[in-house]
């Protein structure tokens, strides 16, 4: 069974930084690609930024030159940087892979983590 487990939230003041991470565990033998969604109330989720196997990322142009992703394939974690925080950036961040195990290819979720910016 797969998890992917969240940490890293929390209340930051506006233009403060947070970093997120997300570790998958279980029976996984290859990640094609990680990254993260958010959901801020009455809105629906919406990409935040991938990142492949490659390396290749891909950012939501609302934060584009503020956050940054990165991983550590060997440890099967991806992570955000997020800088120059703004209140709009208030939502739940959920960290999200495509990956294969002994059943196939799947996209996972977490369980999310809640990132509230104050101005």
């Known amino acids: 069974q ?11 003041q506006a233009g403060g930084s947070l970093r ?3 570790a998958a565990s279980g029976s ?7 990254g993260w969604y958010r959901q801020a109330p ?10 492949t196997s490659d390396g290749s ?14 991983t550590d394939n060997a440890k099967k974690k991806v ?7 703004e209140p709009e950036d208030t939502a739940a961040y959920y960290c999200t892979s495509r990956l294969r195990t002994y059943t ?3 996209t996972y979720w977490g369980q999310g983590t809640q990132v509230t910016v104050s101005s």
């Open 104 to 106: 196939g290819w799947g």
């Open 2 to 12: 797969v998890q992917l487990v969240e940490s890293g939230g929390g209340l930051v």
């Open 79 to 85: 992570y955000l940087q997020m800088t120059s925080l």
């Open 42 to 51: 009455g809105k629906q989720r919406e990409l935040v930024a991938t990142i």
């Open 20 to 22: 997120l991470s997300c």
């Open 57 to 70: 990322t891909n950012y939501a142009d609302s934060v584009k030159g503020r956050f940054t992703i990165t």
């Open 28 to 34: 996984i033998s290859s990640i094609n690609v990680m």
